[in-house]
C-alpha cells in the first residue's frame, strides 16, 4: 500500500514562495500521473497542478499557472510543488496524489500566507 506523506508547508508573507515535497513510499509511483491538490477552509478539495509520469505533460489550474512549477523525482519516488509569488487564497492544505485518487490521502501539509 502507497503512503503519502506531504511536507514544506508554512507561514509565508504574500509574494514569498514555498516549495512543498510529496513522497511516496511501499510502490513506486513513477507510472502514475500526480497532482497537487488543495483544500481552503470551507471549500472542496481542488487541484492545484499535476505531472505525467514521464513529465512530459505538466498541468495547472489557472488561478496558479505563470506562479507555481510541478516536477517530480521518479527516483526518488517525489513530486515537488514550487510555488512563488504566494497570495492568500493560496492558503490550505495541499496534498497530493494520482490523477484518479488512487492512493490512500496522506496528512497533507498546511500553506499560510499572511497579507
Known amino acids: 500500500q502507497v503512503q503519502l506523506v506531504e511536507s514544506g508547508g508554512g507561514l509565508v508573507q504574500a509574494g514569498g514562495s514555498l516549495r512543498l515535497s510529496c513522497a511516496a513510499s511501499g510502490r513506486t509511483f513513477s507510472t502514475y500521473t500526480m497532482y497537487w491538490f488543495r483544500e481552503a477552509p470551507g471549500k472542496e478539495r481542488a487541484f492545484v497542478a499535476g505531472i505525467t509520469w514521464s513529465t512530459s505533460g505538466t498541468y495547472y489550474a489557472d488561478s496558479v499557472k505563470g506562479r507555481f512549477t510541478i516536477s517530480r523525482d521518479n527516483a526518488k519516488n517525489t513530486v515537488y510543488l514550487q510555488m512563488n509569488s504566494l497570495q492568500p487564497e493560496d492558503a490550505g492544505v495541499y496534498y497530493c496524489?494520482?490523477?484518479?485518487?488512487?492512493?490512500?490521502w496522506g496528512q497533507g501539509t498546511q500553506v499560510t500566507v499572511s497579507s
Open positions: 496524489n494520482t490523477d484518479r485518487q488512487e492512493f490512500t
